[in-house]
Nanobody
Framework: QVQLVESGGGLVQPGGSLRLSCAAS????????MGWYRQAPGKQREMVAY???????NYRDSVKGRFTISRDNAKNTVSLQMNSLKPEDTAVYYC??????????????WGQGTQVTVSS
Protein backbone atom coordinates (compact mmCIF):
# COMPACT_ATOMS: atom_id res chain seq x y z
CA GLN A 1 0.00 0.00 0.00
CA VAL A 2 1.37 3.39 -1.01
CA GLN A 3 0.88 6.51 1.03
CA LEU A 4 2.11 10.09 1.15
CA VAL A 5 2.76 11.62 4.56
CA GLU A 6 3.21 15.35 4.90
CA SER A 7 4.85 17.41 7.61
CA GLY A 8 5.34 21.10 8.19
CA GLY A 9 2.81 23.86 7.84
CA GLY A 10 1.38 26.05 10.55
CA LEU A 11 0.85 29.72 11.32
CA VAL A 12 3.32 32.35 10.14
CA GLN A 13 3.34 36.12 9.83
CA PRO A 14 3.43 37.80 6.41
CA GLY A 15 6.97 37.79 5.08
CA GLY A 16 7.84 34.67 7.04
CA SER A 17 8.93 31.23 5.87
CA LEU A 18 7.74 27.66 6.19
CA ARG A 19 8.95 24.35 4.86
CA LEU A 20 6.68 21.49 3.86
CA SER A 21 7.92 17.96 3.43
CA CYS A 22 6.31 14.85 2.02
CA ALA A 23 7.50 11.25 2.13
CA ALA A 24 6.16 8.47 -0.05
CA SER A 25 6.22 4.96 1.36
CA UNK A 26 5.02 1.49 0.45
CA UNK A 27 5.64 -0.89 -2.43
CA UNK A 28 7.03 1.78 -4.73
CA UNK A 29 8.73 0.85 -7.96
CA UNK A 30 9.22 4.37 -9.29
CA UNK A 31 7.87 7.89 -8.93
CA UNK A 32 7.43 10.26 -11.84
CA UNK A 33 5.98 13.64 -10.94
CA MET A 34 5.99 14.89 -7.36
CA GLY A 35 4.48 18.17 -6.41
CA TRP A 36 2.34 20.37 -4.24
CA TYR A 37 -1.19 21.67 -4.67
CA ARG A 38 -3.20 23.98 -2.45
CA GLN A 39 -6.83 24.74 -1.81
CA ALA A 40 -8.09 27.88 -0.13
CA PRO A 41 -11.60 28.07 1.35
CA GLY A 42 -14.20 28.45 -1.38
CA LYS A 43 -11.66 27.98 -4.15
CA GLN A 44 -10.59 25.16 -6.42
CA ARG A 45 -7.46 23.15 -5.76
CA GLU A 46 -4.55 24.60 -7.73
CA MET A 47 -1.07 23.46 -8.64
CA VAL A 48 1.70 25.22 -6.73
CA ALA A 49 4.81 23.47 -8.02
CA TYR A 50 5.93 20.14 -9.39
CA UNK A 51 9.21 18.43 -10.18
CA UNK A 52 9.94 15.45 -12.40
CA UNK A 53 12.39 12.64 -11.73
CA UNK A 54 14.87 14.35 -14.02
CA UNK A 55 14.53 17.59 -12.10
CA UNK A 56 12.34 19.61 -14.44
CA UNK A 57 10.41 22.12 -12.34
CA ASN A 58 7.29 24.17 -12.88
CA TYR A 59 5.79 26.82 -10.57
CA ARG A 60 2.56 28.71 -10.68
CA ASP A 61 3.29 32.34 -11.49
CA SER A 62 2.23 33.74 -8.11
CA VAL A 63 4.89 31.77 -6.20
CA LYS A 64 7.82 32.12 -8.58
CA GLY A 65 10.85 33.60 -6.83
CA ARG A 66 9.38 32.85 -3.39
CA PHE A 67 8.87 29.07 -3.30
CA THR A 68 11.42 26.39 -4.05
CA ILE A 69 10.57 22.75 -4.67
CA SER A 70 13.09 19.96 -4.30
CA ARG A 71 13.09 16.18 -4.15
CA ASP A 72 15.27 13.33 -3.03
CA ASN A 73 14.74 10.43 -5.40
CA ALA A 74 16.61 7.99 -3.18
CA LYS A 75 14.36 8.77 -0.21
CA ASN A 76 11.14 9.31 -2.20
CA THR A 77 10.62 12.72 -0.64
CA VAL A 78 9.61 16.12 -1.93
CA SER A 79 9.88 19.44 -0.08
CA LEU A 80 8.55 22.94 -0.59
CA GLN A 81 10.46 25.87 0.90
CA MET A 82 8.13 28.84 1.11
CA ASN A 83 9.62 32.28 1.68
CA SER A 84 8.15 35.78 1.71
CA LEU A 85 4.76 34.31 2.50
CA LYS A 86 1.66 36.38 1.84
CA PRO A 87 -1.86 36.14 3.29
CA GLU A 88 -3.07 34.91 -0.10
CA ASP A 89 -0.84 31.84 0.32
CA THR A 90 -3.14 30.67 3.11
CA ALA A 91 -4.57 27.30 2.15
CA VAL A 92 -4.44 23.59 2.79
CA TYR A 93 -1.40 22.26 0.96
CA TYR A 94 -1.46 18.76 -0.52
CA CYS A 95 1.42 16.58 -1.61
CA UNK A 96 0.84 14.83 -4.94
CA UNK A 97 2.76 12.11 -6.74
CA UNK A 98 2.39 9.80 -9.72
CA UNK A 99 3.63 6.46 -8.44
CA UNK A 100 4.22 3.12 -10.08
CA UNK A 101 3.80 0.46 -7.43
CA UNK A 102 4.92 -3.14 -7.74
CA UNK A 103 1.34 -4.36 -7.77
CA UNK A 104 -0.45 -1.78 -9.94
CA UNK A 105 -0.15 0.62 -12.85
CA UNK A 106 0.88 4.25 -12.37
CA UNK A 107 -1.55 5.93 -10.01
CA UNK A 108 -1.94 9.45 -8.70
CA UNK A 109 -1.70 9.70 -4.91
CA TRP A 110 -2.49 12.54 -2.51
CA GLY A 111 -1.36 13.37 0.97
CA GLN A 112 -3.81 14.18 3.74
CA GLY A 113 -3.16 17.92 3.52
CA THR A 114 -1.49 20.38 5.88
CA GLN A 115 -2.76 23.82 6.80
CA VAL A 116 -0.67 26.89 6.06
CA THR A 117 -1.97 30.14 7.52
CA VAL A 118 -0.29 33.47 6.84
CA SER A 119 -1.60 36.13 9.18
CA SER A 120 -0.44 38.85 11.51
Amino acid sequence: QVQLVESGGGLVQPGGSLRLSCAASGSIRSINLMGWYRQAPGKQREMVAYITTAGTINYRDSVKGRFTISRDNAKNTVSLQMNSLKPEDTAVYYCNANILAYYSSTTEYWGQGTQVTVSS
